[in-house]
């Protein structure tokens, strides 16, 4: 059976990159900063609401390796998580308490697709009431297809349409909002059915790269010599011994 999820299409935007991290999970040097530090955040926000008790601000900690891109400053991402919880605890927590709610919900859809069995799953962030909510450490400007496959993935599991699909920038306080509308069922299947597709290209071609905005965070880019990723670097977050990885260009003809 295959299994499709609502950020698959992202993770196949490389099939190498996919085969090396989904499938073989091969590791990396290091995780990301921000990546550990999302990771951070949506982790005390779901114990906070999970207990109903404020979100820890205390200080974050992190591995003792982590990556850093061209441009990207420890201090600032710290900052930046600290301010997420902050406006969670300021403007969102208080107005949760007392409503029912579940924390990271996994959801799980089997069904049929062109008459082959697909397993459609996702955890989301907090099924308030007929809402579903998705937090936001960066900009959530570009999410709204996230949301949708979101609310199909629901609809599908339990048959009925959620009201709506919520992505908190929980940094800038923006927000965006997908209502529920019957369009967003032909519109589901056609993705399922790109995403079946993409898959199965990636497995057919598991080394082909596609060079582009996935690089970015990439673990394996400083190593790829199609690699558009910008410079990383390797921080030792106890020393603070900082180690260069030089990405290498895109190779042209």
Not at 32 to 56: D, M, Q, W, Y
Not at 172 to 182: K, N
Request: hydrophobic letters at 35%.
């Amino acid at each position: 059976m295959t299994t499709l999820y609502p950020t698959l299409e992202a993770d196949l935007a490389c099939p190498s990159r996919y085969v090396r991290t989904q499938l073989h999970k091969e590791p990396s040097l290091a995780p990301f900063a921000s990546t550990a530090l999302g990771k951070e955040v949506h982790g005390r926000i779901a114990t906070s609401l999970r207990l109903g008790l404020p979100v820890n601000q205390g200080a974050f900690r992190l591995p003792r390796r982590v990556m850093l891109s061209e441009g990207e400053k420890l201090d600032d991402l710290l900052n930046r998580a600290q301010r997420g919880l902050a406006r969670f605890e300021a403007d969102y927590r208080p107005n949760l308490e007392g409503e029912a709610h579940r924390v990271e919900a996994f959801v799980e859809w089997k069904l049929e697709l062109d008459g082959k069995p697909v397993r459609f799953v996702g955890k989301l962030d907090l099924l308030l009431g007929q809402e579903i909510w998705d937090w936001k450490t960066g900009n959530p400007g570009g999410s709204r297809e996230q949301l949708r496959l979101y609310l199909f993935l629901a609809y599908g599991a339990t048959g009925n349409p959620p009201r709506l699909a919520r992505a908190v920038g929980l940094e800038s306080g923006e927000e965006v909002v997908e209502p529920w509308s019957e369009e967003i069922i032909p519109w589901g299947y056609a993705r399922l059915r790109r995403m079946q597709e993409s898959l199965c290209t990636a497995l057919a071609n598991p080394k082909a790269l596609n060079p582009g905005r996935a690089c970015r965070y990439c673990p394996y880019a400083h190593a790829c010599s199609a690699s558009q990723a910008p410079g990383r670097y390797l921080l030792d977050t106890r020393t603070g011994e900082v180690t260069e990885l030089a990405a290498q260009s895109l190779v042209t003809e």
